[in-house]
């Protein structure tokens, strides 16, 4: 039976038939659907980490008990479990071990778009890269099957076009994998990576390469699809698909693996074709590999280095290099269409991280951000964020600039999901070393920007079970920093009052903000939109400054300043009240005014607005 | 399904508006009719608002990327007006837009650094590339069947009247996607998103 997966999915789906025992990660786009997908499998046990290192670790002390198990990341998450990634790779398991690394090219939700074959090439860890969704679920096998062949991690390397593209899968059953140990394996000279130990795993890492690589020459992973001689592509993953849409009359080297690479195969396709042509997304790894056989081709003088490939930008670069396209390039034709309103992301309506922004911004702080949907703190017209690395910088960032002896106040935010994953030790540090960094902790109780999975602050697990609360507070107090407020994020005025008190001090000093996102289910049935009382705008535009989607400009104009009035879309306002409290005109009356207006008035409904053109 | 053609669609709107359920079942209806069928969206930090695309192709052999190429869409499936526009160039020369007559108003317009087009806007730019524009009251209709919320089953609706399969075959999907207490709001909702387009005789 054929349905149609995402790529994610089929990971999960090829990872539970592969008879897989334990999967962990961090959400992370374009990874996050594997472990949501897993977790509803019977017969695995699934979690979300505190981060992708923890979640690595997790998966290798699987393996080493004898149980298969996967670790799933998104690529920069994979720089976080580096540490983990390599060690792994000298000591090998005695169980399948998988790391699937979703990268981003064109990034489109990533600070970078790093290619993580680079990360095979660097550790050692032969690397699987699926070009669709049944390849998804038949790699995530083979990985599992490779991984207990050859004693090894593998690296399972997909991009966003082939975890969030859906093609048809062929289900299979999960193939029981009873334990092959009964108890943990005590055995030093192979699982404890002191130097001298480690000396003597290096020569067997590297001979491990040179087998695999023997092994990749008959291995159904890579194939060979003769056609036309004059030009030969050589292509992996989601780009092999472009390219056999754009050159159908192209031999077609196609590799299931990327590393380490087949010689002999690949000596054997570049001498039955003319021309050799790589085509490959981001670094040109395959490309600098034949050139170290020796084997002339060309790769990235055709097609781009930056950004992710699609069929546009295949065939217009395979044309003007004189290779066989299907069809010319469409010639676009400049459209008659005036310049359009960007769209960028925004911070939600009724985001409880709008006032703590609003307070930052006003204050004229240099904020130092972190990842999350707070990111979005740094468009106009709140502008309120100055840096924003990787997860959990932020915080090291504002205490290297107090330290430096910059004078101005520093302010670190970071999420509360980000706080766990890596600001806990970065915190530490300040604790420890003692700078006058205010650390705000936007604790929204969700890691919300990937969709709301929960995390040890929410008190609940992947599948939703009852866990423990690590207390934000509590924790924050036992590091030695004294100076410790918690606030409702929607209280301007509480915010601005605890803001002066902690800034007061000239030591370390933490806010919470609290409030669930607006966008939870929970929170979600407690909307209420709020409406300008027209008479008692005066168009004063304070509100428009906090950036928020429901407040819109009205057509209609105050009579004195002749500036638009303000005007609140009701599919929109989740009742916040942010505006309410700014308004200096009471001009937004809040829900209890509303209620006991209502009260009052029983009859009345306010005027639709529509979202106007 | 030799005798049937490929087809390439492109959805898209505001990050929230329900592109990805419609993607899906428009995935899925290709799939009960034989097609192969790839489906390709993104999620992440365009949810929060911004822009967003999906892409979903048919072929009656086999499908290779899961990206449309600019210029290669038969239909131009739009959620918001402006963002018809933005994405305009998917569309290939004499396909179909489906446009729903809905403006969600961007920051930047609310913030009076830039301004919305208007509807004119869009009748030249279709008409530049020879295609034609389906514009569909997607909430009013919605609205009239019960829930504004069905907006998408509505578009969904109008695309199907462009395509040649039975209405059966789309509501057999679209039935196992909502929930049963909602079953005869799509079908009304289904069904007058249908009636909007006059032709099936259309340039797809």
Redesign the interface.
């Given at each position: 039976m054929k349905r149609g997966l995402s790529g994610n999915e089929s990971i999960a789906r090829g990872a539970w038939e592969a008879g897989v025992h334990v999967a962990a990660a961090y959400p992370g786009t374009p990874s996050t659907e594997i472990l949501e997908e897993l977790a509803r499998f019977p017969r695995v046990y699934c979690e979300w980490s505190t981060n992708e290192k923890v979640a690595l670790d997790v998966a290798i002390g699987a393996a080493y008990a004898g149980r298969r198990a996967i670790a799933a990341m998104k690529h920069v998450g994979l720089n976080v479990a580096a540490d983990s990634f390599f060690y792994a790779s000298s000591t090998g398991a005695e169980a399948g071990l998988v790391i699937v690394s979703a990268d981003d090219p064109s990034m489109h939700s990533s600070q970078n778009e790093q290619d993580n074959r680079r990360f095979a090439q660097f550790a050692r860890v032969p690397c699987l890269e699926p070009s669709d969704s049944q390849e998804c679920k038949d790699f995530t096998i083979a990985a599992f099957e490779l991984s207990e062949l050859f004693d090894t991690p593998v690296l399972l390397r997909t991009t966003t076009r082939t975890n969030h593209s859906a093609t048809p899968v062929e289900l299979g059953d999960r193939t029981e994998r009873p334990p092959k140990r009964e108890k943990f394996p005590r055995d030093p000279a192979k699982y404890v990576m002191i130097p001298a130990h480690a000396r003597r795993r290096h020569p067997v890492v590297e001979q491990r390469v040179r087998d695999i690589a023997a092994w990749a020459e008959k291995s159904p992973l890579n194939r060979i699809e003769w056609r036309g001689r004059k030009v030969g592509v050589v292509t992996a993953g989601v780009a092999y698909q472009y390219a056999r849409e754009v050159l159908p009359t192209a031999s077609f080297l196609k590799l299931g693996m990327v590393y380490p690479l087949p010689e002999q195969l690949i000596r054997t396709f570049a001498a039955g074709v003319e021309r050799v042509v790589v085509v490959e997304e981001l670094d040109p790894v395959l490309e600098e590999e034949l050139r170290l056989l020796g084997i002339p081709c060309e790769g990235k003088s055709i097609f781009p280095l930056c950004g992710e490939l699609d069929p546009t930008v295949v065939r217009k670069n395979a044309a003007a290099a004189g290779l066989p396209v299907d069809k010319p390039p469409v010639e676009l034709t400049e459209l008659p269409r005036p310049e359009l309103p960007a769209r960028p992301p925004v911070l939600c309506a009724g985001c409880p991280h709008r006032g703590v922004f609003q307070l930052l911004s006003k204050k004229k702080v240099p904020v130092t951000g972190d990842i999350g949907c707070y990111t979005l703190g740094l468009l106009p017209p709140l502008s309120a964020i100055h840096t924003c690395g990787c997860m959990g910088a932020g915080i090291g960032v504002a205490h290297g600039a107090a330290k430096s002896g910059i004078g101005e106040r520093m302010v670190a935010v970071i999420g509360d999901s980000t706080f766990y994953h890596a600001g806990l030790p970065a915190l530490a540090n300040i604790a420890y070393n003692r700078s006058n960094v205010l650390t705000v902790i936007l604790d929204n109780r969700s890691t919300a920007m990937t969709g709301h999975q929960p995390n040890p602050g929410t008190g609940f697990t992947l599948q939703q079970q009852p866990s423990e609360v690590i207390e934000l507070e509590p924790l924050v107090r036992a590091l030695g920093i004294h100076h410790v407020a918690t606030i409702d994020a929607y209280d301007v005025e509480g915010l601005e009052k605890a803001y002066k008190d902690l800034m007061s001090h000239e030591e370390p000093a933490v806010l919470v903000a609290r409030r669930e996102c607006a966008l939870l289910p929970e929170a979600k049935r407690r909307w209420v939109p709020l409406h300008v009382v027209e008479e008692k705008c005066t168009g004063c535009g304070i509100c428009f400054r906090i950036g928020c989607p429901a407040i819109l400009k009205s057509e209609e104009m105050d009579e004195k300043s002749r500036k638009p009035l303000a005007l609140i879309d009701p599919d929109q306002c989740t009742g916040c009240e942010v505006c309410s409290q700014l308004c200096p005109h009471d001009a937004i009356p809040n829900r209890d005014q509303i209620r006991l207006a209502e009260e009052h008035q029983p009859a009345t409904c306010s005027t639709p607005v529509t979202g106007g053109s | 399904m030799a005798s049937q053609k490929p087809y390439s669609f492109v959805l898209v709107g505001?990050?929230g508006q329900g592109t990805l359920l419609a993607s899906?079942i428009l995935?899925?209806v290709g799939?009960a009719a034989g097609f192969?069928?790839?489906?390709?969206?993104?999620?992440?930090?365009?949810?929060?608002?911004?822009?967003v695309a999906s892409h979903v192709r048919w072929h009656p052999e086999k499908?290779?990327?899961?990206?449309?190429?600019?210029?290669?869409a038969d239909i131009l499936l739009s959620f918001e007006?402006?963002?018809a526009?933005?994405f305009?160039?998917f569309l290939?020369r004499g396909g179909t837009a489906v446009v729903n007559d809905?403006?969600?108003?961007?920051?930047?317009?609310?913030?009076?650094s830039?301004?919305?087009?208007?509807?004119e806007?869009l009748a030249?730019?279709f008409a530049?590339?020879d295609a034609e524009l389906v514009m569909v009251p997607g909430e009013r209709l919605a609205q009239e069947a019960g829930n504004v919320k069905a907006a998408n089953v509505v578009l969904l609706g109008a695309v199907s009247k462009l395509l040649p399969l039975s209405e059966e075959m789309w509501w057999e999907c679209l039935a196992q996607r909502v929930p049963k207490k909602f079953l005869e709001l799509n079908r009304v909702a289904f069904a007058s998103g249908r009636a909007t387009v006059t032709t099936t005789d259309s340039k797809t």
């Open positions: - | 505001v990050g899906n995935a899925e799939l192969d069928v790839k489906k390709s969206e993104v999620h992440g930090m365009a949810q929060r608002g911004g822009s499908v290779f990327s899961p990206l449309v190429g600019l210029g290669e007006k402006v963002e526009l933005r305009a160039e290939r809905m403006a969600i108003v961007p920051i930047t317009v609310a913030s009076g830039a301004t919305y087009p208007g509807d806007d030249k730019v530049s590339l």
